[in-house]
């Protein structure tokens, strides 16, 4: 169980690093807000129907930012799992102790 509470706590140590990195990293696009950065760049609908290219550096940026999206919903799968073991062990822990009795 200690295993268990030490990996959830450093799952969401890195989880709130990588939101934050999130946050304070910008590709350029117009898009993008402190409120939107779990969004995929390709969320976004475009307002003009025309395409045009985009620059190289622009796309090499949005793909960054797009792996460390990603990289942070596997993060918070990983939360989920763990979570979902740790209140798994903790239920044991309660049922094992009910039925341990003093004997008389």
Not at 75 to 96: C, G, K, Q, R, Y
């Amino acid at each position: 169980m200690l295993g268990v509470t030490l990996l959830l706590i450093f799952l969401s140590i890195i989880c709130k690093f990588l939101a934050s990195y999130i946050k304070k990293i910008r590709t350029g696009d117009s898009n993008e807000s402190d409120i939107t950065y779990w969004m995929f760049s390709y969320d976004f609908k475009s307002k003009n129907k025309a395409w045009s290219p985009e620059d190289k550096n622009f796309l090499k940026r949005k793909r960054k930012r797009n792996a460390l999206v990603f990289a942070l919903y596997i993060n918070v799968f990983l939360i989920f799992l763990t979570f979902n073991s740790f209140i798994a062990h903790l239920l044991d822990v309660i049922v094992e102790f009910q039925k341990f009795s003093y004997p008389v």
